[in-house]
């Protein structure tokens, strides 16, 4: 039951953080967007941020207690 959650959680993950946009291009590529690299985050956006923060924090506490129940 432990790894079926670990594995949902996981998968939620890595969309979140497909999600995520960054500067697109090759110019991000090399650091050549030409913004800051601090911007504010509103609406969606800052929700999937939050988001991926939170499932990496539970899925890191799955991986823990998986380890420490086998």
Do not use: D, H
Request: charged residues 10%.
């Amino acid at each position: 039951m432990l790894t079926i959650a670990q594995i949902v959680v996981s998968i939620i993950l890595i969309v979140l953080v497909l999600l995520q946009e960054r500067s697109s291009g090759l110019s991000g590529v090399f650091g050549g967007a030409g913004g800051t690299p601090y911007q504010n985050r509103r609406g969606l956006e800052k929700f999937i941020y939050w988001a991926t923060i939170c499932s990496a924090v539970i899925f890191a506490g799955l991986a823990i207690v998986n380890l420490i129940i086998r």
